[in-house]
C-alpha cells in the first residue's frame, strides 16, 4: 500500500533531551513537510523540502531541525532548544510541491515533555 | 485581521440536514483553495479543491467568492460518518508555490 508513515505514534521527552521523529513515504513524492498542530491553532509550518539535500525553514523552525538524505524519508529532530515541544507533528507529501497539489497527511506523532 | 478565518463552531445538526461553512482569507492574491477534513486525533485528509467555478462531488459543494474573499462548503443529507473538524486552507500568496494557511477548522456534530 502506498503512503506515509510516522513514528512512533506517542513519545515521550525528558528536559534536556532531543528525540527523532521518523517519516517515511513510498508515493514517489518530492515534496515533504513537516507540521505542527496545538490546541486551538492551525498547522504550522516547521519545515519543508522539495528535493533531496536541501530542505527551508517554515515559520517556527526555531529549536527543530531535518534532514532529508533520501527521497523518501524526512525525519525531524526536537532539540532541547525548543521550549514547548509538547504537541502534534503532521509528516505530510506532496507530488512537486505546489500549492495547487494536495498534500497526502501521515498518522501523526504526539510528543509529550516528561 | 486572521489570514484565515473560520466560525469554530461547533455545529451540531441532524441526520439529513444540510449545513453550510464560510471561510474567510485576507489575501486578494490567493489562487488556491481546499477543504481537508480532520477527524478526532487523526490527520488530515483533503475533501474537495475548490475551483472559481464551484464543484462538487456527491453531496459536497464548493463555491468561491473572490470579490468578498470566501469560500464555502455546503453539505446536503448529512451522515453521521460526517463528524468532523473540517479545515479552511488558502495559499499564501500567488507568488509563493509553497506555502499554505491553515484555518482552524470547524467543528461539525451530526446527531440520530
Known sequence: DGGITQSPKYLFRKEGQNVTLSCEQNLNHDAMYWYRQDPGQGLRLIYYSQIVNDFQKGDIAEGYSVSREKKESFPLTVTSAQKNPTAFYLCASSFRGTVQETQYFGPGTRLLVL | ?112
Open chain 2, 1 to 112: 485581521r486572521k489570514e484565515v478565518e473560520q466560525d469554530p463552531g461547533p455545529f451540531n445538526v441532524p441526520e439529513g440536514a444540510t449545513v453550510a461553512f464560510n471561510c474567510t482569507y485576507s489575501n486578494s492574491a490567493s489562487q488556491s483553495f481546499f477543504w481537508y477534513r480532520q477527524d478526532c486525533r487523526k490527520e488530515p485528509k483533503l475533501l474537495m479543491s475548490v475551483y472559481s467555478s464551484g464543484n462538487e462531488d456527491g453531496r459536497f459543494t464548493a463555491q468561491l467568492n473572490r470579490a468578498s474573499q470566501y469560500i464555502s462548503l455546503l453539505i446536503r443529507d448529512s451522515k453521521l460518518s460526517d463528524s468532523a473538524t473540517y479545515l479552511c486552507v488558502v495559499n499564501e500568496d500567488a507568488g509563493n508555490n509553497r506555502k499554505l494557511i491553515w484555518g482552524l477548522g470547524t467543528s461539525l456534530g451530526v446527531n440520530p
